[in-house]
């Protein structure tokens, strides 16, 4: 009796039971696929956010030291910094490295007055694999706008 048992329990799974084990797998990896293209598209409006928030933090340390403030891009080493007068960096930001930048009127380095207006407008393209936007900078109140192409 106890043979049989031992012998029952070499056999292996059921087809049954592997048909279920195989469904719930090929079910997960499905649904983990259907949000591939979510997280590709959220990688350039988390970048796009990260900058205008960057861009604000810029302006209101411009307005409260009374200081310009400069943003120096470095789109071969996929990193931005941000300095005030001299040389020194109040920030440093580094980016995903498939993140492409191409500057089309904006001229850098992209400087921020003491009254928090930026001193230059212009247009940059920012692209991610198959998404491009357009990020405007206009003069008066120091702020940009992105929109997707």
């Known amino acids: 009796m106890i043979r ?9 799974f059921t087809f049954l039971e592997t048909l279920l084990v195989l469904s719930i797998v090929s079910i997960l990896l499905i649904v983990s696929f259907g949000l591939y293209p979510k997280y590709e598209a959220r ?8 900058l205008q928030k960057d861009i604000m933090f810029m302006q209101q340390t411009a307005m409260s030291h009374n200081i310009r403030h400069r943003l120096h891009w470095f789109p071969s080493d996929s990193r931005y910094v941000i300095t005030g007068e001299g040389t020194v960096a109040v920030l440093v930001r580094n980016y995903d490295t498939d993140i492409q930048v191409r500057f089309e009127t904006l001229s850098l380095p992209l400087i921020y007055s003491a009254n928090g207006n930026i001193s230059r407008g212009g247009t940059m393209y920012v692209s991610y694999k198959k998404s491009i936007y357009k990020v405007v900078f206009q003069l008066g109140k120091g702020r940009f706008y992105y929109s997707p192409i």
């Not at 049989?4 to 292996?12: E, L, P, V």
């Not at 990688?43 to 990260?50: A, D, I, N, P, T």
């Open 4 to 12: 049989s048992k031992i012998s029952k329990m070499r056999q292996g």
């Open 43 to 50: 990688v350039l409006e988390h970048f796009l956010e990260q």
